[in-house]
């Protein structure tokens, strides 16, 4: 057996080790925005037939009380919606909020609680409009809190933990979920039920936190944060997501050129593919001014510029590896931004 030879009693010249000043614990700011995370059943058996964001940030964190030993926490509930109903007003309250904390020097990084069905849209639209390199880092949970097993609070405690880390400073911003940590360019939700409903697909998460570990792989290539030229504002173009299939009308593209719509997104089948109903509509969309982007509803892979389609001749714009959730996001901020026409938006979506 080893014995530490500063206390043991046959070494004479033994020195005291010298007392080393605690250092004080990162100070992060909790934005509650509702979700799973915050729901509540009528008993804990019951995972499915609970209401969202029904419990407040205090609740959330009074199940943590290991967040104590890992940070200075402050907390805020900025709203308390099922993420189902997230809405372009609480995207603007909520990345405002989070760019007036990167400018307090009183707070070290951010965390954000948020429901699972939109939290890749949101973290999407702040990767690309929060300024500055305090890290801001999204979570969320499968299972409502007053469930067995909840997955609420090791997620919580684990987004604090990425958020306390100076390895996650400069990263855009993250999500935590289930023990990884995904870039939130690359992030979808892909169950409906499971606790690892989080998944980076093609490239991977960027890295893991477990134990208050936390281990970057790799770091996000595209341009985000202080290196985007987009900036939240009062103006939300309007952008609708249409999906193409077998037997497919051309009634709601239609309906929304009629609408007025600004941008029209389309999940295509396979590589972006589109039934030829609905691509004439589009073309005739792009004749009267609507910008029109090429996705798929495949889930994964991406979606090749002059493809399945010419979009040189259409006058379409790829989405490249963006889903179309992510690329309506991407599209309004591009409009938003002053972008007109396919080729400057296309360099949008090779950019970003
Ligand atoms: C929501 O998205 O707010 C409800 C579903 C969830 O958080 O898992």
């Not at 949970?141 to 997955?151: E, I």
């Not at 939240?232 to 929304?256: H, K, N, Q, T």
């Not at 982007?293 to 590896?321: C, E, I, Q, Y």
Request: a neutral charge; proline letters at 5%; hydrophobic letters at 45%.
């Amino acid at each position: 057996m080893n014995t530490p030879t500063s206390s043991s009693p046959s070494t004479p010249d033994a020195v005291p080790a010298p007392s080393v000043a605690a250092l004080p614990l990162p100070r992060i700011a909790v934005l509650a925005t509702g979700g799973t995370i915050a729901g509540a059943a009528p008993d804990a058996t019951n995972t499915s037939g609970y209401q969202a964001g029904v419990l407040g940030v205090g609740h959330l964190l009074d199940a943590v009380p290991a967040l104590s030993g890992v940070a200075q926490v402050q907390a805020e509930q900025i709203a308390s919606v099922d993420s189902k109903d997230m809405a372009m007003p609480l995207w603007t309250t909520l990345a405002q909020r989070i760019n007036v904390l990167q400018a307090d020097p009183s707070i070290d990084g951010i965390v954000v609680t948020h429901g699972t069905d939109t939290l890749e849209e949101t973290a999407y639209l702040l990767h690309l409009t929060v300024k500055g390199a305090k890290p801001v880092v999204l979570t969320a949970a499968m299972r409502p809190a007053s469930a067995l097993s909840a997955d609420g609070p090791l997620n919580l405690l684990n987004a604090v933990t990425v958020a306390a880390s100076a390895a996650s400073r400069g990263q855009g911003v993250l999500v935590a979920f289930n023990n990884r940590i995904h870039c939130a360019r690359d992030v979808v939700k892909t169950s409906t039920y499971a606790v690892d409903a989080f998944q980076s697909p093609e490239v991977g998460a960027l890295g893991w936190v477990q134990d208050g570990r936390v281990e970057f792989q790799r770091s996000p290539l595209r341009a985000h944060t202080d290196a985007t030229g987009f900036v939240i504002g009062a103006s939300w173009p309007s952008v609708e997501v249409v999906v193409s299939y077998a037997g497919a009308s051309r009634v709601a593209v239609d309906a929304l050129v009629a609408a007025g719509v600004r941008g029209i997104v389309v999940a295509g089948t396979g590589n972006g593919s589109i039934h030829a109903t609905i691509q004439q509509a589009l073309v005739d969309a792009v004749s009267q001014g609507v910008a029109v982007v090429r996705a798929s509803r495949v889930g994964s892979g991406h979606v090749m510029r002059n493809g399945a389609a010419s979009d040189d001749a259409l006058g379409f714009v790829s989405a490249g590896s963006l889903n179309p959730y992510k690329a309506r996001v991407l599209l309004m901020l591009a409009l938003a931004a002053g972008g007109t026409g396919p080729v400057a938006l296309q360099k949008a979506f090779d950019t970003y």
